[in-house]
């Protein structure tokens, strides 16, 4: 990052991002159109809706020229809101908050490739299982241990395929 670049980072709900405070006079105080950057922003981040997510703005001062970096919200995050969840169950192997069909599972992986360690997207999906199983969430109405073990058995190896291609391309 050179000397004419600031970046400004905030976390942000999905798609209601506000001209105020903090970010209305940071924006100001660079010489950026606040009104146009926020509504890039909640245009960048509609997706996440009422989820807090990280943004970074990179502006560099001397031309005001800017990029707008969305961050991706929590595991957590992504499955609570898929199961229409507001919180983890507070004891996950007797309460249940919900089921998710496989495919959101393996959605969710796609979502999440950038910041998780897996090679692959088999290994991702078993990360995702893994947060679900921890948090309250059965996948098809199974336990996600009894699903992972599944997929290293290759029941899910056809919804998996599907999916390889955009795994791939995401490198």
Same mark, same amino acid.
């Given at each position: 990052?050179?000397?004419? =670049?600031?970046?400004?980072?905030?976390?942000?709900?999905?798609?209601?991002? #506000?001209?105020?405070? %903090?970010?209305?006079?940071?924006?100001?105080?660079?010489?950026?159109?606040?009104? /146009?950057?926020? !509504?890039?922003?909640?245009?960048? +981040?509609?997706?996440?809706?009422?989820?807090?997510? %990280?943004?970074?703005?990179? *502006?560099?001062? /001397?031309?005001?020229?800017? #990029?707008? @970096?969305?961050?991706?919200?929590?595991?957590?995050?992504?499955?609570? #809101?898929?199961?229409?969840?507001?919180?983890?169950?507070?004891?996950?192997?007797?309460?249940?908050?919900? !089921?998710?069909?496989? =495919?959101?599972?393996?959605?969710?992986?796609?979502?999440?490739?950038?910041?998780?360690?897996?090679?692959?997207? /088999?290994?991702? *999906? /078993?990360?995702?299982?893994?947060?679900? #199983?921890?948090?309250?969430?059965?996948?098809?109405?199974?336990?996600?241990?009894?699903? +992972?073990?599944?997929? &290293?058995?290759?029941?899910? &190896? @056809?919804?998996?395929?599907?999916?390889?291609?955009?795994? @791939?391309?995401? =490198?």
């Amino acid at each position: 990052m050179s000397v004419t =670049e600031k970046t400004i980072t905030v976390q942000i709900e999905g798609g209601n991002a #506000r001209p105020g405070p %903090p970010l209305g006079p940071t924006l100001s105080a660079l010489g950026l159109n606040v009104k /146009k950057v926020v !509504d890039e922003i909640n245009k960048k +981040t509609e997706q996440y809706k009422g989820m807090t997510i %990280p943004v970074k703005i990179i *502006v560099n001062t /001397k031309t005001k020229e800017y #990029r707008i @970096e969305v961050g991706i919200p929590t595991t957590t995050a992504l499955l609570l #809101r898929a199961v229409g969840a507001k919180e983890p169950s507070g004891a996950p192997m007797h309460q249940k908050i919900g !089921d998710l069909p496989f =495919e959101k599972i393996v959605e969710i992986a796609l979502m999440k490739k950038s910041q998780l360690l897996a090679k692959t997207l /088999k290994g991702a *999906v /078993k990360m995702i299982l893994g947060s679900a #199983r921890s948090i309250g969430i059965t996948v098809d109405g199974k336990d996600p241990k009894e699903v +992972t073990k599944l997929v &290293d058995e290759g029941h899910y &190896d @056809e919804i998996l395929s599907k999916y390889e291609s955009k795994w @791939e391309e995401e =490198e």
